[in-house]
């Protein structure tokens, strides 16, 4: 996967019409300042719902899909989530646990 110059990757994730990127740019200074960048590789697992706690992170390239927690074998797709979005947030704020299980559907980076 070609490398995402640093500044195309902060514009993925702040120049959305979505929560962040409405937030002002102080806030968003404040978050992306303490974000550490990460690749994962396609078909590897983020978090899953039994885990006690999900990282608080934003896509910057790739997809993610989101299975559902409940059922039995093949969990179904919930929802396929592109660049720009950010999840985990309920862990951090509301302290809750995860709802459902994130995987990589292709590489990507993530803050």
């Known amino acids: 996967?070609?490398?995402i110059p640093m500044a195309e990757r902060i514009a993925v994730l702040t120049r959305n019409e979505g929560w962040f990127g409405r937030a002002p740019?102080?806030?968003?200074d404040a978050i992306l300042s303490r974000c550490e960048w990460r690749v994962h590789?396609?078909?590897q697992t983020i978090y899953q719902a039994t885990d006690d706690h999900a990282d608080f992170c934003g896509?910057?390239?790739g997809t993610v899909d989101f299975y559902s927690r409940f059922g039995a074998g093949d969990n179904p797709l919930?929802?396929?989530?592109h660049e720009g979005f950010w999840m985990g947030y309920g862990t951090?704020?509301?302290g809750e646990r995860p709802?459902?299980?994130r995987a990589d559907d292709r590489p990507r980076l993530r803050s």
């Open 99 to 101: 709802r459902s299980s």
């Open 92 to 94: 951090v704020v509301a």
């Open 1 to 3: 996967m070609p490398k």
């Open 59 to 61: 896509v910057a390239d």
């Open 78 to 81: 919930l929802h396929i989530a």
């Open 25 to 28: 740019k102080e806030f968003q």
């Open 41 to 43: 590789p396609a078909g």
